[in-house]
């Protein structure tokens, strides 16, 4: 004798098709968040990248500075 197949409203069917969606609404965000944790790792990279060059370009500016400074007040105890 051989098991009749579910009828689709058997609650044990039912329930089985509800944990289908869900698993598939998961695997969408999982994805989805796959995605966007990707994207934000390559805006960070990015990121640090023009903070390094804006770091070494103050850097250099900072230098300019002092050494105008530096002049200055050279002309200003030579004159």
């Known amino acids: 004798m051989?098991?009749?197949e579910p009828?689709?409203?058997d609650p044990v069917h039912q329930e089985l098709a509800?944990?289908?969606q869900q698993l598939d609404r998961l695997l969408?965000?999982?994805r989805r968040l796959t995605e966007e944790n990707r994207s934000l790792r390559q805006s960070q990279e990015q990121l640090s990248g023009e903070r390094a060059g804006l770091l070494?370009?103050?850097e250099q500016a900072r230098s300019r500075v002092e050494a105008m400074i530096q002049r200055l007040k050279s002309l200003e105890s030579n004159g």
Request: glycine share 0%.
């Open 2 to 4: 051989s098991t009749p």
């Open 7 to 9: 009828i689709p409203s």
């Open 18 to 20: 509800a944990l289908a």
């Open 28 to 30: 969408d965000t999982v």
């Open 56 to 58: 070494a370009r103050n």
